[in-house]
């Protein structure tokens, strides 16, 4: 069993910088990859970036490379998403999830309660 614990949303201006922490426990967290998605009102949740379980492999949407970047400190069971140059459209709850280095939600076992990111223009 993991349990997974988003911190660090909040709102920001265009152009600006967010961490997102996912603090994680469970016997199996470092063994999983940790994959970031996000809703928007109205939309589907959408994936935006994967790292694998010993951190050398991550994956980014195209929406998100070369802005976005994840990591992780197994050591401190915490996987983080430093968010740069936002933009409004990144306006979104974010979500962690433990579960395979996969691009698709429901693929992934266990999920935070998410945070929420806004972005103004």
């Known amino acids: 069993q993991v349990q997974l614990v988003e911190s660090g949303g909040g709102l920001v201006q265009a152009g600006g910088s967010l961490r997102l922490s996912c603090a994680a426990s469970?016997?199996?967290?470092?063994?999983?990859?940790v994959g970031w998605f996000r809703q928007a009102p109205g939309k589907e949740r959408e994936f935006v970036a994967v790292?694998?379980?010993?951190?050398?492999?991550?994956y980014y949407a195209d929406s998100v490379k070369g802005r976005f970047t994840t990591s992780r400190d197994n050591a401190k069971n915490m996987v983080y998403l430093q968010m740069n140059s936002l933009k409004p459209e990144d306006t979104a709850v974010y979500y962690c999830?433990?579960?395979?280095?996969?691009?698709?939600?429901?693929?992934?076992?266990?999920w935070g309660q998410g945070t929420q990111v806004t972005v103004s223009s």
């Open positions: 999830a433990a579960g395979p280095f996969a691009v698709e939600p429901t693929g992934f076992a266990y």
């Open positions: 469970g016997r199996t967290f470092i063994t999983n990859a």
């Open positions: 790292i694998s379980w010993r951190g050398g492999g991550t």
